[in-house]
């Protein structure tokens, strides 16, 4: 089955500065690859997603960044804000049917973003 | 913006004992989840539903376990005889149906945190 690694763990910026995380996916058959981020004592929340016809995307300050050779995408926030803070997940799945809402979550980022 | 409900927020429960966790999904919704975190792991697929039947489960979803969605709106997850390694944060989420303009979204509810005692 899919197994999604997730780095790093925990992430300090300082406000303004940028924040990437990076996600390896081992299944070449996943084509939707979504990020979630977690609020405390909430469920998680879609920001961005992309899928494998698509080598970036962007939204606002958020982007998505997919290698399906290498199998490994990143999430790149620019310009922090304090309100960034919040665990942030990758996943992966096979887009198609039911599978669709099947995904394999990393291991989830802390990202602490200092004012 | 929509959101999926669930109940309770907290439940502690003693070992052996059969608990419910309800759900309520986005009206217009069709496909519905379970997934659980333990705490400090990573977010894990139990169970996917469509069409009232089990489309697809995890290894963890074991005999224990049963869904349901008695009443067109409810979703729930029944664990029959808890044991102390259920205890985590269980997690409802929903998908509407396919072409939508977020169809490949799951939205996903606040939680429900089993203790397990």
């Known amino acids: 089955g899919e197994n999604v690694e997730q780095h790093p763990s925990t992430l300090s910026v300082q406000e303004g500065d940028s924040a990437v995380i990076k996600c390896t996916y081992s299944d070449s058959a996943s084509n939707y690859f979504p990020w979630y981020k977690q609020e405390l004592g909430k469920g998680p929340q879609l920001i961005i997603d992309?899928?494998?016809?698509?080598g970036e995307k962007k939204d606002q300050r958020i982007a998505v960044t997919l290698n399906k050779t290498a199998k490994h995408f990143s999430l790149h926030i620019t310009e922090t804000q304090p309100e960034d803070s919040a665990v942030y997940f990758c996943?992966?799945?096979?887009?198609?049917?039911?599978?669709?809402?099947?995904?394999?979550f990393g291991q989830g980022t802390i990202l602490t973003v200092h004012p | 913006e929509p959101e999926v409900t669930q109940t309770p927020s907290h439940q502690v429960t003693q070992m052996g004992q059969e608990v419910i966790l309800r759900c309520v999904p986005i009206s217009n919704h069709l496909y519905f989840y379970w997934y659980r975190q333990i705490l400090g792991q990573k977010v894990e697929f139990l169970v996917s539903?469509?069409?009232?039947?089990?489309?697809?489960k995890s290894e963890i979803f074991d005999d224990q376990f049963s869904v349901e969605r008695p009443d067109g709106s409810n979703f729930t997850l029944k664990i029959r005889s808890t044991k102390l390694e259920d205890s985590a944060m269980y997690f409802c989420?929903?998908?509407?149906?396919?072409?939508?303009?977020?169809?490949?979204?799951?939205?996903f509810g606040e939680g429900s945190r089993l203790t397990v005692l």
């Open positions: 539903f469509y069409n009232n039947e089990i489309s697809e």
């Open positions: 992309i899928r494998s016809n698509v």
């Open positions: 996943a992966a799945t096979l887009a198609g049917g039911t599978s669709y809402g099947k995904l394999t």
């Open positions: 989420a929903s998908r509407q149906i396919p072409g939508g303009p977020r169809a490949g979204e799951l939205f």
